[in-house]
């Protein structure tokens, strides 16, 4: 077992520890509020979250289109891109990007075309959760001082901006250095600043659904949340997702994205919220992986099939 993967079993077991024994330290508090799982609002979450995919599949789609040139259709789409979400939880971040690749080389589509997709909407996906976080932390300021979650605040959204408008530009010089040190040339890219405003909204949608979700799970778990947490609650999930994927270390952020969304609520949210919500989070959006990713690799395996029964030229 590599290095790597040892410290990701020990953030994962330290993790769980920690919030083992912070709910048998608190379990007097905790026993004080009784928690009645309300099914009805875990549905809502589960609906926003699989809503969240559907906006994020929209934008990928977009973004292909105008990278690749190939006119897929969104149910290709659907297939291609929610397909992946069942290898989030492997260790290493680029098997999602390789099934892609390997699917989505019968439509005429390129690995490099595949990489640039995802690397754009990777970084729109930190650029939104950063905005998010810091305005969070900059109302907050009971947990940062405001000068610098204003500073980082304006820092984030100066970048999105220059993402949003020269984003394309970025994206190609990176290609460019890294087809030097690999001794390959990459294709650049060519999204007219019409669609990469399209894409970007569709994706602010889909980060605004998501962070909708964890609202809904929090309101699933009793009387604790109101609708004064909602701005919290889902820039708290959002940064704490981005801070996980950053972090490079264990397969989906299991273990920091609970911690780092526990560091944000604990001081402006019920302790008992604070340690019951981010486990919560985690099983609702582990469930909808993987019945999106279910439904999507089903999806694929029946384009492949028929594909394979066409005939050939």
Known sequence: MSGRRILAVVIVVAVGYFFAREMRGNWQALSVERFTTRWEYLGVAAILACASYLAATLSWLDAMRAVSGVRLSFDEAFALFNSSQLLKYVPGKVWGWGLQAYCAAGHGITMAQVVSVNALMTVSTLAIAAIS?????????????????????????????????????????????????????????????????????????????????????????????????????????????????????????????????????????????????????????????????????????????????????
Request: net charge positive; proline share 4%.
């Open 133 to 313: 976080g810091f305005a969070y932390l900059f109302l907050e300021t009971v947990v940062w001082p405001a000068t610098l979650t204003g500073a980082l605040l304006a820092l984030a959204c100066c970048a999105y901006l220059l993402l949003v408008s020269g984003g394309v530009r970025s994206a190609n010089f990176a290609f460019t250095v890294l087809g030097k040190i690999l001794g390959t040339r990459f294709p650049e890219i060519a999204i007219p600043a019409g669609t990469m405003i399209r894409l970007q909204a569709l994706y602010l949608v889909s980060m605004a659904l998501f962070g909708m979700a964890g609202y809904a799970v929090a309101l699933a778990m009793g009387p604790l949340a109101n609708g004064s947490h909602l701005l919290a609650i889902a820039a708290s999930l959002l940064f704490s997702d981005a801070i996980a994927f950053v972090a490079l270390v264990t397969p989906g952020g299991l273990g920091i994205r609970e911690m780092a969304m526990y560091a944000l609520l604990n001081e402006t949210m019920d302790m008992r919220m604070a340690l019951i919500l981010p486990l919560a989070v985690r099983a609702v959006t582990m469930a909808v992986d993987l019945l999106m990713g279910g439904v999507a690799l089903w999806q694929l395996r029946n384009f492949m099939k028929r594909e394979a029964r066409a005939p050939t030229a």
